[in-house]
């Protein structure tokens, strides 16, 4: 049972370093035109920057989707960056789970 804890206690280890490098790694998205969203590769979003045309209260509908849309895309775009770190970082090494 001391083992299974060792174990579990370094996989945790491994997650906490992984999150912090993930944390300090911070991707722009402007694939929205006039929207750009800052978002770190443990997807949490730094910073939304919006172009004044945005501001617009005829473009609040179109504006609402797009940000949703800019979102999305930024969100997607750090979780393959978390993903090609954790590769380069050999991943979490779950005993048991891994080969």
Request: proline fraction near 2%.
């Amino acid at each position: 049972m001391f083992d299974q804890m060792k174990k579990l206690m370094e996989l945790k280890a491994q997650a906490d370093k992984l999150k912090k490098e993930l944390e300090k790694i911070v991707l722009e998205c402007t694939d929205v035109r006039g929207i750009k969203v800052k978002i770190n590769g443990a997807q949490m979003i730094q910073a939304v920057e919006v172009e004044d045309s945005w501001l617009d209260p005829k473009q609040k509908a179109r504006f609402q989707v797009e940000l949703v849309r800019a979102l999305n895309t930024a969100t997607l775009k750090s979780q393959k960056q978390a993903a090609m770190q954790m590769q380069k970082s050999g991943g979490l090494n779950i005993p048991g789970l891994t080969g």
